[in-house]
């Protein structure tokens, strides 16, 4: 799976609203007052539970949401009730349940409101010819509450799925629900008399639960009891008999639930056409533990069995699944229904399986082997595919080259789901990439979005094989799928689309941000046993994506390319239509390894690898010469950022790959005299090393996880270098130098002056990758002192260091420019106006009047559309800042929303900023769930407008809690984004008087702690840093003068 940026964002404040399996006390009557009554919520003391008729309306539709408490002492329960807006049309909307009775409340009153809306007979009406079993007695609803430690969330390993048929007809236009058959051949692996699967939110119509001998001769127990528990999520089957190991049954049911309107299960989106008219489509987000809400079953990785799959769905609408269609036939006396039924799946996972159905069309073409592969999108935008398809194809084919093994199913599909999610999932045959407008997808954009087009595709094709093909036998390995993927898609990119790069661009940004994330203390081992359905959900981040990346491309270089290959191929091949764990992949890549002489005989993958999965953080290695220089210890200990705090009693020691090079013989390529430092010794003696004057430098190409600190005398022989001849050090370790120095001095282990001494050659210096790096680490020094009286200093210091490259590329709007401006002069750019840089402001402003004066015409490319609409506001007035606004309201596409959302924040005005900071909380039909987040965020990066953001936020606290769901993870994010950069004394106290005067709400005590920490050591750094920065400025920088 792929997640946009924003998505981390969009989780957060996310209000949910979810249907749970009901029973009987949950649910409550409803007079139907009015017309505007149109769903009811019935809420128990933990959980929402909304009716479906509350999923269509969104968020912009509602008026208001009024809750009502029922007498708590006799029901628990709240009845919420949904005020739709007038001019919301009465047709799009459905009434609630108008007769149920609160005591006389019986399961088929449920069941008949349930399938109320759903005017056509549905396959439900099938129940009628099967026969009930009427063995079952009891039905029971068991354990509710919370989960605890204690309980075993696992399913009982007594049986195995074999094969599912599941037929679902989800009435998208209907009242939102969808009814399944959902039929499991199982194996029995030892005798139990008891069948428990995964259920969620799904109202099982119990006395269809049957179960059968899938041998005639055999006999079987039948159903006698239901327990459902919601904590675990569990349903089921208790029979007067045993199952016996070895035999194989067919267990069977009938069930209703629910379209939900989160992405989770199978969920309904609505989105709308050029001409206004608004559209329904369906999809699947399975992934990891939400396929249960779409049909009961073994909903664990490792239970792969095959998929027979039919999905009913309206005449003029289209359904996708995993395999090609086998048929359509017309749905019996459902007037306008059809009835697809798709191919028999290999045995795979249940959280890959996909649904589609949407109104979409495609375009196509067919691999080598004949397979066919097709992009599809709505038809207003499946012309923008055509690059998609191209990429599709070259990728797909790169995969099966680079693996070895043939494409394992009969068709490729990439659907453009018509949602605005944001995300792609690497269903297996059929790739979802969640986006309303196509707009991930699109082809005609601009090369920096045909990266990120790359980049999905890629990432999710790799899953094909690596994910699907062998998947993670649980949850604990998700690292393991998500790093390969992630490494794979710069490996596709940089042999697909060389000319974008790969390699020096985005690996290296990608690795110095998941370093500067994985120096916290309180980070996490990309390798965490995960339980809870919630726990799995919270490790989709980035060290799960990217430091899982960032150590199999070392490993890739420890290993070299060819035994790398080589033991993948084993492993996929071994495991394939199964699950493994990583110390599968270990064992291929440990013998493949010593196959090929490239690992001692004596040292495993596995000992090596578990070092950096197993643990947090990275080491810094600490490389110091002797007096005459051809000697080096080299040792290692964690580097954290933060520089007080120990890492407590762990020893944390790593197996790191050192691979060196020399100024007597430089080469950044070489592949061999790779010396292992163990992680049972804290250091090693590296011998024929030069004589003092020459340098050394570790890490090559900067492959290694780990940071690299030299003795005084080494740092300035490199800084020499660098002054000289720049070009003799290869750009990456270039970057590397500047990335580790700088986080060196922000963890208080090297000093700024020193930090500061490497960048004085950057006036030379014309690589992007190595400016960038620059970029990221001189934004939080840069913020710490904007309020200072060295800032200027700082300002024109900078600014006079990328002049020269400036001047040379120029600025112009690169959407009649080439790739070189496209995808690596935004950054740049950014900061000469940022910084003020007076023909970098005059150009902006000169490219934004020219928007101004001709909008549809004279459009701004997207990267830079951030960077030129900030300096026009920022240089501008109310005119600039209205129209800005109007654009953002006006426009379509995420990103280009995005990035207005940030550059509304750059003004000046007092008004303006109190205007638009009312709006991130006031104006929910005008922004999207996010912005509000994105409004705090880009403001509290605007120098001086920490106090303005500060004292709004104080000001409209209840308001911004109740917005964001009470919700720990929401209140802390705001606490630290209100603070982000207070440095002072006065400051700190305010964020602990705040903290006292909500002493009596621990939520909002907890997260003020944290923003406590936050000031607390930005302080520190003030008192460490200020004056050996205002010091090294006055002697480097003050006395000179460059004309800019
Ligand atoms: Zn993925």
């Given amino acids: 799976m792929i997640l946009q940026s924003r998505w981390y964002l969009f989780l957060v404040p996310m209000q949910v609203l979810y249907m749970v399996n009901t029973s009987p006390t949950q649910w409550f009557p409803d007079r139907v007052p009015s017309k505007f009554w149109h769903g009811i919520a019935s809420v128990s003391k933990d959980d929402v539970v909304a009716v479906n008729a509350i999923n269509e309306i969104g968020r912009s539709d509602l008026e208001s949401r009024e809750t009502t408490e029922l007498d708590p002492e006799k029901t628990g329960a709240t009845i919420v009730q949904y005020i739709v807006k007038d001019e919301v049309p009465d047709n799009s909307l459905k009434e609630g349940p108008s007769s149920l009775e609160t005591e006389n409340y019986e399961p088929t009153t449920l069941f008949s409101w349930l399938t109320e809306g759903t005017t056509e007979a549905s396959l439900l009406e099938d129940i009628e010819e099967t026969t009930p079993n009427s063995a079952l007695e009891t039905v029971v609803r068991d354990k509710e509450g919370e989960l605890s430690d204690e309980m075993d969330i696992r399913l009982p390993d007594t049986i195995r799925p074999l094969h599912y048929t599941i037929k679902i007809q989800p009435f998208i236009h209907g009242n939102l629900s969808i009814h399944g058959l959902v039929e499991i051949d199982i194996e029995v692996l030892k005798n139990t008399s008891e069948i428990t699967l995964h259920s969620a939110d799904i109202q099982c119509i119990y006395h269809t639960v049957t179960i059968s001998p899938l041998d005639d001769d055999d006999v079987s127990p039948q159903v006698v009891m239901i327990v459902v528990e919601p904590n675990r999520q569990f349903l089921t089957a208790t029979l007067n008999g045993s199952l016996t190991a070895g035999k194989k049954y067919r267990y069977s049911m009938y069930y209703i639930a629910t379209l939900t309107k989160e992405a989770k299960g199978f969920f309904m989106s609505t989105y709308t056409e050029s001409d206004g008219k608004i559209k329904r489509a369906a999809a699947t987000i399975f992934q990891p533990t939400h396929a249960r809400r779409?049909?009961?079953?073994?909903?664990?990785?490792?239970?792969?069995?095959?998929?027979?799959?039919?999905?009913?769905r309206e005449r003029n609408m289209t359904a996708i699944s995993n395999m090609p269609l086998r048929q359509t036939s017309n749905s019996k006396e459902q007037e306008g229904w059809l009835v697809d039924e798709f191919e028999t799946t290999p045995p795979m996972s249940t959280y890959l399986v996909i649904?589609?159905?949407?109104?979409i069309e495609s375009v196509a073409s067919t691999n080598n082997d004949g397979i066919p592969i097709r992009v599809w999108a709505r038809n207003e935008v499946i012309h923008q595919t055509k690059f998609a398809l191209q990429l599709t194809e070259k990728t797909h084919a790169f995969f099966e080259d680079m693996f070895n093994i043939s494409y394992p199913l009969p068709k490729l599909d990439v659907v453009a789901v018509p949602s605005g999610l944001s995300m792609a999932f690497e269903g297996w045959g059929a790739i979802l990439v969640y986006d309303e407008a196509a707009s991930l997808l699109a082809n005609s954009s601009t090369i920096s979005h045909r990266n990120n087009v790359g980049r999905i595709l890629a990432h999710e094709i790799a899953h094909q094989w690596f994910g699907n093909l062998v998947t993670p036998h649980w949850w604990t390995d998700l690292w393991l799928n998500e790093g390969f993927a992630s490494y794979m898609e710069n490996v596709a990119l940089a042999c697909i689309k060389p000319e974008w790069n790969v390699e020096t661009e985005q690996v290296l940004k990608d690795l110095h941000e998941v370093m500067r994330l994985d120096s916290q203390l309180n980070s996490h081992p990309v390798s965490v046993p995960v339980y809870h359905p919630d726990e799995i959900s919270k490790i989709f981040d980035r060290i799960s994506y990217e430091k899982g990346?960032?150590?199999?491309r070392m490993m890739k270089h420890f290993l070299t390319e060819e035994t790398f290959k080589k033991g993948i191929f084993s492993f996929l091949s071994d495991h394939k239509f199964g699950s493994a764990t990583q110390d599968d992949l270990w064992e291929s890549l440990s013998r493949a390894g010593h196959e090929d002489g490239v690992l001692p005989r004596n040292l495993t993958v596995k000992a090596i690898m578990d070092s950096w999965t197993l643990l947090m953080g990275y080491p810094v290695i600490s490389v110091i010469r002797n007096v005459d220089g051809t000697q080096a210890e080299v040792s290692q200990e964690r580097f954290i950022l933060s520089r007080n705090e120990s890492t407590g009693e762990h020893d944390y020691k790593w197996w790191v790959p050192l691979r060196y090079t020399t100024q007597v013989k430089p080469n950044f390529t070489s592949t061999d005299s790779l010396i292992w430092l163990k992680n049972s010794s804290s250091s090693t003696v590296v011998s024929d090393l030069p004589d003092k004057d020459h340098w050394v430098i570790f890490n090559l190409q900067q492959t290694g996880f780990y940071r690299v600190h030299y003795d005084d005398n080494n740092w300035d022989l490199l800084n020499q270098q660098?002054?000289?001849?720049?070009?003799?050090?290869?750009?990456?370790?270039?970057?590397?130098?500047?990335?580790?120095?700088?986080?060196?001095?922000?963890s208080g282990k090297a000093s700024y002056a020193k930090a500061l001494n490497m960048t004085t050659y950057l006036q030379k210096e014309m690589e992007l990758p190595v400016w960038n790096t620059l970029f990221e680490n001189i934004n939080y020094m840069n913020a710490m002192l904007s309020n200072t009286d060295v800032h200027d200093e700082l300002k024109n210091y900078i600014l006079s260091l990328l002049e020269p490259l400036f001047a040379q590329l120029g600025f112009e709007n690169p959407l009649s420019s080439n790739f070189w401006h496209e995808m690596k002069n935004p950054e740049l750019t950014h900061w000469a106006c940022e910084l003020g840089h007076v023909y970098c402001v005059e150009g902006a402003k000169e490219l934004y009047k020219t928007w101004m004066l001709d909008p549809q015409h004279n459009q701004l490319a997207s990267s830079y559309m951030k960077l030129v609409c900030c300096t026009a506001i920022a240089h501008g007035g109310q005119q600039e800042w209205e129209f800005a606004w109007q654009q953002f309201k006006e426009i379509e596409g995420n990103d280009q929303k995005d990035n207005l959302i940030k550059a509304l924040s750059c003004n000046k005005d007092f008004t303006l900023k109190d205007r638009y900071l009312n709006l991130s909380i006031y104006s929910a039909n005008e922004i999207r769930s996010h912005d509000s987040y994105m409004i705090l965020d880009s403001m509290a990066s605007r120098p001086g407008k920490q106090k303005i953001l500060w004292d709004f936020c104080r000001q409209h606290w209840s308001k911004l809690q109740s917005m964001f769901g009470y919700q720990y993870d929401a209140t802390e994010a705001i606490m630290l984004i209100a603070t982000k950069y207070f440095n002072n004394e006065e400051e700190l106290n305010e964020v602990k008087a705040f903290q006292k005067d909500h002493e009596n709400d621990s939520m909002v005590k907890r997260a003020a702690e944290k923003a406590i920490e936050q000031t607390a050591r930005n302080v520190e750094w003030m008192e460490k840093n200020y004056d050996i920065i205002r010091v090294w400025l006055n002697e480097h920088w003050s006395r000179q003068t460059v004309d800019i």
């Fill in 294 to 312: 779409a049909f009961p079953c073994f909903d664990e990785p490792a239970l792969k069995a095959t998929f027979d799959i039919v999905l009913f």
């Fill in 355 to 359: 649904f589609v159905i949407a109104e």
């Fill in 722 to 746: 660098l002054l000289s001849d720049h070009e003799v050090i290869d750009v990456v370790n270039r970057a590397q130098v500047i990335d580790d120095i700088f986080n060196l001095a922000l």
């Fill in 549 to 552: 990346s960032s150590i199999i």
